[in-house]
């Protein structure tokens, strides 16, 4: 499979085991479904409980999403990590480097390629930060990797941004060629025979055609030219193929008023927010994606949006567990942002340490029941398919 015109290529056989999971067995506190928000709108009340807002879909988009997270009580079980939260001695190792160009800052590793434009560190740590979230959302969407509806026998599936979907999606699809593209060769050892990599950069011209699902997930917002992006994914699919993106919108939220707006962790990621801005990024976009699936010429667009809390203050195991992933993948990434993100704001080290320890001390206050919305979107290329289209 080719994808653009400057590319390296990596490719290794097995399966890694840990980014799998299955969701818990609770019958205490199942993940609810999603509620078609043109049927249950929310109430004027839950809207004034918010102490943060942010843009969400237009009343044009078939739009979902999961009711307010119920708070645990006092009589409410303990929470435990028997559920294997400790990681598993079975995790494939990375793959060697193909391209090992690289900067080294503050004692963690940046990509170079593409002029290293990602502003927060990719390496080791970093990948077992995103296998820690792929194991969240397998257990937030019950063990779908997505929800486009592609067939039972799908040909090209291009997965932009990470591994731990494509070796997931190789084994459940063994019909289709599925290929991992990321700027650093960070992949799993060990995938099916399926599954290869490519070293790319998605924002270059895509050469492959006729592909069933482009699949991204935490890229948008680091991607500073969406429109482009989302081109290439229209031009890549076959007629009534599918794009997903799957993004966490950086903006911690709150229903029922515990999160005040001087908030250590709503004020670290306000701050983020506007470094991001440095980086011609954006930190709320994710939550804004419909005009541009519009604008590449997708049609038939759907949104579903869930609520991960943030830390373990929810109310049943799945939900308590859930939040701890979500809390662990925050106290790995905030020290990164006292990196590039704060310099680009001229924030000292000294002031940028403080507040990342602030934030520290706030994640573990279970009292103020923070969450993040976290967006599915997905949107069809007009015309007939050729495949039998079944549900996943």
Same mark, same amino acid.
């Given at each position: 499979? $080719?994808?653009?015109?400057?590319?390296?290529? !990596?490719?290794?056989?097995?399966?890694?085991?840990?980014?799998?999971?299955?969701?818990?067995?609770? &019958?205490?506190?199942?993940?609810?479904? %999603?509620?078609?928000?043109?049927?249950?709108?929310?109430?004027?009340?839950?809207?004034?409980?918010?102490?943060?807002? #942010?843009?969400?879909?237009?009343?044009?988009?078939?739009?979902?999403? =999961?009711? $307010?997270?119920? %708070?645990? !009580?006092?009589? &409410?079980?303990?929470?435990?990590?028997?559920?294997?939260?400790?990681?598993? @001695?079975?995790?494939?190792?990375?793959?060697?480097?193909?391209?090992?160009?690289?900067?080294?800052?503050?004692?963690?590793?940046?990509?170079?390629?593409? &002029?290293?434009?990602?502003?927060?560190?990719?390496?080791?740590?970093?990948?077992?930060?995103?296998?820690?979230?792929?194991?969240?959302?397998?257990?937030?969407?019950?063990?779908?990797?997505?929800?486009? %509806?592609?067939?039972?026998?799908?040909?090209?599936i291009l997965d932009i941004g990470t591994g731990t979907v494509s070796h997931l999606v190789g084994?459940?699809?063994?019909?289709?060629?599925?290929?991992?593209?990321?700027?650093?060769?960070?992949?799993?050892?060990?995938?099916?025979?399926?599954?290869?990599?490519?070293?790319?950069?998605?924002?270059?011209?895509?050469?492959?055609?006729?592909?069933?699902?482009?699949?991204?997930?935490?890229?948008?917002?680091?991607?500073?030219?969406?429109?482009?992006?989302?081109?290439?994914?229209?031009?890549?699919?076959?007629?009534?193929?599918?794009?997903?993106?799957?993004?966490?919108?950086?903006? %911690?939220?709150?229903?029922?008023? !515990?999160?005040? &707006?001087?908030?250590?962790?709503?004020?670290?990621?306000?701050?983020?927010?506007?470094?991001?801005?440095?980086?011609?990024?954006?930190? !709320?976009?994710?939550?804004?994606?419909?005009?541009?699936?519009?604008?590449?010429?997708?049609?038939?667009?759907?949104?579903?949006?869930?609520?991960?809390?943030?830390?373990?203050?929810?109310?049943?195991?799945?939900?308590?567990?859930?939040?701890?992933?979500?809390?662990?993948?925050?106290?790995?990434?905030?020290? =990164?942002?006292?990196?590039?993100?704060?310099?680009?704001?001229?924030?000292?080290?000294?002031?940028?340490?403080?507040? $990342?320890?602030?934030?520290?001390?706030?994640?573990? @206050?279970? #009292?103020?029941?923070?969450?993040?919305?976290?967006?599915?979107?997905?949107?069809?290329?007009?015309?007939?398919?050729?495949?039998?289209?079944?549900?996943?």
């Open positions: 499979m $080719v994808f653009s015109r400057s590319r390296e290529r !990596t490719k290794s056989v097995g399966l890694a085991d840990f980014a799998d999971s299955k969701p818990l067995e609770d &019958d205490d506190a199942k993940v609810e479904a %999603p509620i078609d928000l043109q049927e249950a709108p929310p109430s004027a009340e839950a809207a004034e409980a918010s102490s943060s807002s #942010s843009p969400g879909p237009s009343a044009g988009v078939r739009a979902t999403q =999961t009711p $307010v997270i119920e %708070p645990a !009580t006092e009589s &409410d079980d303990e929470f435990d990590l028997d559920s294997g939260l400790q990681g598993d @001695d079975t995790t494939a190792s990375l793959a060697s480097s193909i391209y090992t160009s690289f900067a080294y800052e503050r004692g963690r590793r940046y990509q170079t390629f593409g &002029d290293g434009r990602y502003p927060i560190p990719n390496d080791d740590l970093e990948q077992n930060r995103e296998d820690m979230k792929h194991a969240m959302l397998m257990m937030l969407t019950e063990g779908k990797p997505f929800f486009s %509806p592609i067939g039972t026998h799908p040909q090209k084994d459940r699809y063994p019909s289709a060629h599925v290929c991992g593209i990321d700027l650093t060769p960070i992949q799993p050892e060990w995938v099916p025979a399926n599954v290869s990599f490519l070293v790319d950069d998605c924002t270059l011209d895509w050469i492959e055609r006729d592909v069933d699902l482009a699949h991204f997930r935490f890229m948008v917002m680091i991607l500073k030219d969406i429109s482009t992006v989302l081109g290439h994914a229209y031009e890549s699919l076959r007629p009534g193929g599918w794009v997903e993106l799957q993004e966490l919108q950086g903006v %911690p939220l709150c229903d029922d008023g !515990t999160m005040s &707006d001087e908030d250590p962790v709503k004020s670290l990621y306000d701050t983020a927010g506007a470094a991001y801005k440095k980086f011609g990024m954006s930190t !709320t976009l994710p939550a804004e994606l419909e005009p541009y699936l519009r604008e590449a010429g997708f049609e038939n667009v759907h949104c579903r949006v869930m609520k991960v809390p943030i830390g373990t203050w929810a109310k049943g195991k799945i939900m308590r567990a859930i939040g701890l992933y979500q809390k662990m993948a925050i106290l790995d990434f905030i020290p =990164t942002l006292a990196g590039r993100p704060f310099q680009a704001l001229q924030i000292s080290e000294a002031d940028a340490e403080i507040r $990342v320890a602030l934030a520290r001390k706030g994640l573990e @206050d279970t #009292s103020t029941h923070r969450y993040f919305n976290y967006y599915f979107w997905y949107a069809q290329k007009p015309g007939s398919s050729r495949r039998e289209e079944h549900d996943i």
